[in-house]
């Protein structure tokens, strides 16, 4: 067969793995939810900033997780000028780049928010994308551990004004405190960098697995239920029992979980600057009243490796039901702490900084599983249909679209094939449209216009059994003159809306 006549391929739509497509549902509310997050940033002073999604490779530096993905866990491509870019792995280590190119103009303490997309080139599962937003907020040029407070308290609105009153934690806890242990246990220096690192992490995992799990991750190893063997960290029983005993010191009180955490850190340099940064954190906390919403918690850990004083948690603490019926804890939301490092690669000099991350997908899918998002209904635009398709009368019915329009009233024209007019009504019935304005040639002839109700339509048509009931109640569809059509429209708009309130309330 010559390739002349070979059908060209039909090219298979398929979403790339690891990503999601966004329904207009989703969209709205994440817009509701960051307008939230928002306003109570800028009501602490900070102002927002954007950087690109891509930034030079060298600017992510070592701080990237995942070293066994391809690029290293970030998406790269080489320039024509042979430098190579990534797209952003966090909102971090770009705003650390920004503030350094731009740190003769900006005023320190820069105080900034930026909401956006990042990257990570990980191997994708349930629930876990390779593309999110986050939704961070930093202070940079700000050394005292009252900033990081600060944060926690920002954070702490942040949960109140999403209305999760009483169903959160913010847990604090300190780098140094954790480092101070680990030279305690004998994994100070460089030669144990990580050995370290395997051990935070195993720390890390206490919400996941529990006391008993941690001690074998910290000790030969943890098997799962599936059979799988995690390596452990290889640590000794006094070693274990150390780090077992600093994440057991959480108590009732910032009090008495300080003279626990005090009784561990023993004369270690390291652990005391960070217990007593942990204390001037909690007198603070004390002080401005967020003594029931700001915790200090020890077996905070958090991943990234530029951390390097406070470190902090937004932890839910209501249950939901996951994919096998089990009841389970939330859990973190969003994390941050203080990256005094991170600038200072750039500059030659320290540059103190301190900041706090929101996952927002994760967090809007907490506040829907509450009922706290997404309940107000986006309402479907009026649609106005086309009877006729000469250019006076779609001029006509464009007149009446902006009407609404300019009254902040949703409509739309139709934009189809007018010539079916059921085919506008079954759209108007999908779409969920409220109303739909008609004006054929006897209606222009008299200066009026049908106006549809459909959700009473719908309402009706659930109610009435026969076609005489339905003759007689046909309160669904008016005629109203033109110049009356906005304010009949208002009218319509509004009694729908009140059932809608009474419906919820019932």
Same mark, same amino acid.
Not at 82 to 97: E, N, V
Not at 425 to 434: E, F, I, T
């Given at each position: 067969?010559?390739?002349?006549?070979?059908?060209?391929?039909?090219?298979?739509?398929?979403?790339?793995?690891?990503?999601?497509?966004?329904? *207009? &549902?989703?969209?709205? *509310?994440?817009?509701?939810?960051?307008?939230?997050?928002?306003?109570?940033?800028?009501?602490?002073?900070?102002d927002?900033?954007?950087?690109?999604?891509?930034?030079?490779?060298?600017?992510?530096?070592?701080?990237?997780?995942?070293?066994?993905?391809p690029?290293?866990?970030?998406?790269?491509?080489?320039?024509?000028?042979?430098?190579?870019?990534?797209?952003?792995?966090?909102?971090?280590?770009? #705003?650390?780049?920004?503030?350094?190119?731009?740190?003769?103009?900006?005023?320190?303490?820069?105080?900034?928010y930026? &909401?956006?997309?990042?990257?990570?080139?990980?191997?994708?599962?349930?629930?876990?994308?390779?593309?999110?937003?986050?939704?961070?907020?930093?202070?940079?040029?700000?050394?005292?551990?009252?900033?990081?407070?600060?944060?926690?308290?920002?954070?702490?609105d942040?949960?109140e004004?999403?209305?999760?009153?009483?169903?959160?934690?913010?847990?604090?806890?300190?780098r140094?405190?954790?480092?101070?242990?680990?030279?305690?246990?004998?994994?100070?220096?460089?030669?144990?960098?990580?050995?370290?690192?395997?051990?935070?992490?195993?720390?890390?995992?206490?919400?996941?697995?529990?006391?008993?799990?941690?001690?074998?991750?910290?000790?030969?190893g943890?098997?799962?239920?599936?059979?799988?063997?995690?390596?452990?960290?290889?640590?000794?029983?006094?070693?274990?029992d150390?780090?077992?005993?600093?994440?057991? &010191?959480?108590k009732?009180?910032?009090?008495?979980?300080?003279?626990?955490?005090?009784?561990?850190v023993?004369?270690?340099?390291?652990?005391?600057?960070?217990?007593?940064?942990?204390?001037?954190?909690?007198?603070?906390?004390?002080?401005?009243?967020?003594?029931?919403?700001?915790?200090?918690?020890?077996?905070?850990?958090?991943?990234?490796?530029?951390?390097?004083?406070?470190?902090?948690?937004?932890?839910?603490?209501?249950?939901?039901?996951?994919?096998?019926?089990?009841?389970?804890?939330?859990?973190?939301?969003?994390?941050?702490?203080?990256?005094?490092?991170?600038?200072?690669?750039?500059?030659g000099?320290?540059?103190?900084?301190t900041?706090?991350?929101?996952?927002?997908?994760?967090?809007?899918? *907490?506040?829907?599983?509450?009922?706290? #998002?997404?309940?107000?209904?986006v309402i479907a635009?009026?649609?106005?249909?086309?009877?006729d398709?000469?250019?006076?009368s779609?001029?006509?019915?464009?007149?009446?679209?902006?009407?609404?329009?300019?009254?902040?009233?949703?409509?739309?024209?139709?934009?189809?094939?007018?010539?079916?007019?059921?085919?506008?009504?079954?759209?108007?019935?999908?779409?969920?449209?409220?109303?739909?304005?008609?004006?054929g040639?006897?209606?222009?002839?008299?200066g009026?216009?049908?106006?549809?109700?459909?959700?009473?339509?719908?309402?009706?048509?659930?109610?009435?059994?026969?076609?005489?009931?339905?003759?007689e109640?046909?309160?669904?569809?008016?005629?109203?003159?033109?110049?009356?059509?906005?304010?009949?429209?208002?009218?319509?708009?509004?009694?729908?809306?009140?059932?809608?309130?009474r *419906?919820?309330?019932?």
């Amino acid at each position: 067969m010559n390739d002349k006549s070979k059908k060209p391929q039909k090219l298979k739509a398929r979403l790339p793995r690891g990503f999601v497509d966004r329904s *207009a &549902a989703d969209i709205h *509310a994440t817009n509701e939810m960051t307008a939230k997050i928002r306003e109570v940033y800028e009501r602490y002073g900070f102002d927002p900033v954007e950087t690109p999604l891509f930034e030079y490779t060298d600017a992510l530096g070592k701080f990237l997780p995942d070293s066994d993905r391809p690029n290293e866990g970030v998406f790269s491509l080489q320039d024509d000028d042979d430098q190579w870019m990534s797209l952003r792995y966090d909102l971090t280590a770009p #705003l650390a780049r920004h503030v350094a190119e731009n740190f003769n103009e900006i005023q320190l303490p820069f105080r900034t928010y930026r &909401a956006g997309y990042v990257f990570r080139n990980e191997k994708p599962g349930p629930g876990r994308f390779r593309q999110f937003m986050q939704f961070d907020a930093d202070t940079v040029g700000a050394p005292g551990v009252q900033a990081d407070a600060e944060m926690c308290m920002m954070m702490a609105d942040t949960m109140e004004a999403l209305g999760l009153n009483g169903q959160y934690a913010i847990r604090v806890n300190n780098r140094k405190l954790l480092d101070g242990v680990l030279e305690i246990i004998g994994l100070g220096g460089e030669e144990n960098a990580e050995k370290r690192l395997i051990v935070l992490r195993a720390m890390d995992k206490l919400d996941k697995f529990g006391i008993d799990g941690v001690r074998l991750l910290l000790g030969g190893g943890r098997k799962d239920e599936s059979g799988d063997f995690t390596k452990g960290a290889g640590l000794n029983k006094p070693q274990i029992d150390r780090v077992v005993e600093l994440l057991e &010191a959480t108590k009732l009180s910032a009090e008495e979980t300080l003279d626990a955490i005090a009784a561990v850190v023993g004369e270690n340099e390291t652990a005391k600057q960070g217990f007593e940064e942990l204390r001037t954190i909690a007198h603070l906390v004390i002080a401005a009243g967020y003594t029931d919403r700001v915790f200090i918690s020890p077996s905070v850990v958090r991943g990234l490796e530029y951390y390097t004083g406070p470190v902090f948690e937004a932890e839910l603490t209501f249950d939901v039901t996951n994919e096998k019926g089990e009841k389970v804890v939330f859990g973190s939301v969003g994390g941050g702490g203080r990256y005094d490092g991170l600038v200072s690669r750039f500059m030659g000099q320290p540059v103190p900084a301190t900041g706090f991350s929101i996952g927002v997908s994760r967090l809007m899918t *907490a506040l829907k599983n509450l009922g706290k #998002l997404g309940q107000d209904e986006v309402i479907a635009p009026v649609l106005v249909t086309v009877m006729d398709g000469d250019v006076e009368s779609m001029g006509r019915y464009q007149r009446f679209t902006q009407a609404l329009r300019n009254e902040g009233i949703r409509a739309e024209m139709y934009q189809g094939n007018w010539k079916k007019f059921g085919n506008q009504l079954k759209y108007a019935d999908r779409r969920g449209c409220p109303i739909a304005i008609i004006q054929g040639g006897d209606e222009r002839a008299q200066g009026v216009v049908q106006l549809k109700d459909l959700i009473e339509g719908k309402r009706l048509s659930g109610e009435i059994e026969d076609n005489a009931t339905w003759r007689e109640a046909r309160v669904a569809q008016e005629t109203v003159p033109e110049a009356d059509l906005v304010a009949k429209v208002k009218e319509i708009l509004a009694a729908q809306a009140e059932d809608r309130k009474r *419906a919820g309330n019932a």
